[in-house]
């Protein structure tokens, strides 16, 4: 069964300082990750996502995340957080033949000024 | 590009009624599926459509059951509602395939009293 653990319900980061997101991923056969945000209120907005190939992939609003399949993780990294970064994170994985994405509980990301 | 739009936006209901839940897919997508969010937890899946046919389900009863229309819109309905079954209702919608990223819309908000 494929699953998804984000170790860190919640995370604090100063404006300007970077930050990391960590996802470990459970998955049978070659996984396709996914990263989403959420703001309150809102859908998910699909940050990244990895198939295959080079193993850091570049997202949307300066996010990038690392693929290492040794450790069965795809953290999300920024290096300058802004205030407007403040959002849920999930972490999510699926497959070729796989109809359904499977996500992570989320991460909360406060920043504080 | 219009985006995935669901309807209503918040709803209200009674234990043992019916709701129902709709879903306009974005442009070139063929492929609907819905997740229930609960509180502080990620989306779960509930099942996928496509070409009109259920694709796939979770582990969601029978009381869930859905449509997909010709022009890949798609209906959510929930039989003999239940406390628990409060949530966010989120579709997305995407290319047919394991590797096609998922785009969700802002999602119903369920409550039932």
């Known amino acids: 069964a494929q699953s998804v653990t984000q170790p860190d319900i919640h995370i604090t980061v100063s404006e300007g300082a970077s930050l990391e997101l960590r996802c470990n991923y459970s998955?049978?056969?070659?996984?396709?990750l996914f990263w989403y945000v959420q703001s309150p209120g809102q859908g998910l907005q699909l940050l990244l996502k990895?198939?295959?190939?080079?193993?850091l992939v570049q997202g949307i609003k300066g996010f990038e995340a690392e693929f290492k399949r040794s450790q069965s993780s795809f953290n999300l990294r920024k290096p300058s957080v802004h205030w407007s970064d403040a959002a849920e994170y999930f972490c999510?994985?699926?497959?070729?033949?796989?109809?359904?994405?499977?996500f992570g509980a989320g991460t909360t990301v406060t920043v504080r000024a | 590009e219009t985006g995935v739009t669901q309807s209503p936006t918040h709803l209200i209901k009674t234990r043992g009624q019916q709701v129902t839940l709709r879903c306009s897919s974005q442009?070139?997508?063929?492929?609907v599926s819905w997740y229930q969010q609960a509180l502080g937890q990620g989306p779960q899946f509930i099942f996928q459509?496509?070409?009109?046919?259920?694709?796939g389900r979770g582990n969601f009863p029978p009381r869930f059951s859905g449509l997909q229309f010709p022009n890949y819109s798609s209906e959510l309905n929930v039989n003999a509602l239940e406390l628990d079954d409060s949530a966010l209702y989120l579709c997305?919608?995407?290319?047919?395939?394991?590797?096609?990223?998922?785009?969700f819309g802002d999602g119903t908000r369920l409550s039932i009293l």
């Open positions: 999510a994985v699926g497959g070729n033949d796989d109809y359904k994405l499977s």
């Open positions: 990895y198939f295959s190939g080079d193993t």
């Open positions: 459509y496509y070409r009109e046919e259920e694709n």
């Open positions: 997305a919608s995407s290319s047919f395939g394991g590797h096609q990223p998922q785009h």
């Open positions: 998955y049978g056969a070659t996984p396709y």
């Open positions: 442009s070139g997508h063929n492929t």
